[in-house]
């Protein structure tokens, strides 16, 4: 099966983001048909750039979307606990960077996602499946942390930007 990131299939999936998002759609459509295509364009942008900065300050604060903090590391066998212990600090330290975490932009839509072979690592953790550690090694059960969703804060974010956006003369 195609297991790709495909925009009817959020990796977030649940209802209740579904439902705020639709919510806040059809807040802002009605806002959004007076504006150009180009300027729409440039507040997507800026609407993209602040989720992505919000999601890159959650993911360092080890928090899912429902403020729940993530599940933690497993203990290392005690026979290998100095060997990287450098590792033993915070989670997806290099995932949230901005070269992993991109925004795309239409006049039509903001999508914040990861990119590259980061994708499918994410992918894992926010939904908690099942992958090899290293190539050609074990098979190990990842715990479930949300790396990307929309937080009620998110949400008032958006709300502020395109608030901000409409009042600019």
């Not at 790709?4 to 639709?22: F, V, Y």
């Not at 959650?58 to 497993?74: C, L, Y």
């Not at 212990?85 to 901005?98: D, E, L, N, S, Y």
């Not at 098979?139 to 956006?165: C, M, N, W």
Request: glycine residues 6%; positive net charge; proline residues 8%.
């Amino acid at each position: 099966p195609d297991r790709r990131w495909h925009p009817d299939r959020h990796p977030a999936g649940n209802h209740r983001m579904s439902e705020d998002l639709q919510r806040l759609e059809a807040w802002v459509a009605p806002l959004l048909q007076r504006l150009k295509p180009a300027e729409r364009n440039r507040l997507a942008r800026k609407v993209g750039t602040a989720l992505r900065r919000a999601q890159q300050r959650r993911i360092a604060a080890q928090h899912n979307p429902d403020g729940s903090p993530f599940a933690p590391r497993r203990a290392a066998p005690p026979r290998r606990a100095k060997a990287g212990r450098i590792k033993r600090g915070a989670m997806f330290v290099k995932i949230r960077q901005a070269r992993h975490l991109r925004v795309r932009v239409t006049p039509n839509e903001v999508a914040v996602c990861f990119t590259g072979r980061v994708s499918r690592i994410a992918l894992v953790h926010q939904e908690g499946r099942s992958d090899t550690v290293a190539k050609g090694g074990l098979k190990h059960t990842y715990a479930r942390r949300k790396l990307l969703g929309f937080s009620p804060a998110d949400e008032q974010l958006v709300r502020d930007l395109i608030l901000d956006h409409l009042r600019e003369p």
